[in-house]
């Protein structure tokens, strides 16, 4: 988000999944932890996009579970999913909705979701919380912005007509379907969700050493 923009309104949120291959053999975090640390810097694992949460959520979870494991960028899931299917890549993490299918299929093993509660999408799956990273709890989140001094009852006129939107049953299942939770929230809640995210993430790539190229 550019500095300068309106925060507008808050959506939807949307957890991501961590897969493995069933070539590693393993089935929880807890396993694919030791599994790891068996092979300090033999592991691959990848996400679509250098810089996403997706990515940032791996060297988070890499650290807390004081794992090493070797990123290997992607240009989008597109890129990506042909080396977690075919087993040159032994982790990844993704959106909820593309790797469920897999997931569902008996291709790709579900470790954990990132998000604090189980997604219906997968409810069989346990969060990484729940599988012993306490405190553990990213998700990719919706959010609308408008023009940098929009008068304030323009703002606010906007927001009801969104939240009226998001409110709607069709609305709210189609999200669902989509993996998303719907959020929708006032200007004043994505100003608070943005001074939660903006802080945790900027020590999560000082953490990891993480440039922009």
């Given at each position: ?28 975090v ?23 949460v ?10 807390l ?69 306490a405190?553990?709890?990213t ?28 409110n ?17 929230g ?28």
């Amino acid at each position: 988000m550019q500095r300068d923009l309106e925060p507008l309104a808050l959506v939807a949120t949307s957890p991501y999944v961590m897969v493995s291959h069933p070539s590693t053999g393993v089935k929880t975090v807890q396993d694919f932890i030791a599994y790891a640390k068996a092979r300090p810097g033999k592991i691959s694992w990848g996400a679509s996009t250098p810089g996403t949460v997706q990515h940032l959520s791996g060297e988070m979870f890499k650290r807390l579970a004081g794992i090493d494991m070797l990123f290997i960028p992607y240009k989008g899931t597109g890129a990506m999913m042909p080396d977690i299917l075919g087993g040159r890549l032994q982790l990844v993490l993704d959106n909820v909705l593309v790797l469920a299918p897999h997931v569902r299929l008996g291709t790709l093993n579900a470790l954990a979701v990132t998000s604090a509660k189980r997604t219906p999408m997968l409810p069989d799956v346990p969060s990484l919380a729940e599988s012993g990273l306490a405190g553990f709890d990213t998700s990719g989140w919706f959010s609308m912005y408008c023009a940098p001094k929009t008068p304030a009852h323009i703002v606010k006129k906007l927001n009801a007509e969104i939240l009226a939107i998001m409110n709607l049953p069709e609305v709210r299942e189609r999200l669902l379907t989509f993996g998303a939770t719907p959020l929708p929230g006032t200007p004043e809640d994505l100003r608070r969700q943005l001074a939660r995210e903006v802080p945790a993430w900027r020590k999560v790539i000082l953490d990891a050493g993480l440039k922009a190229e």
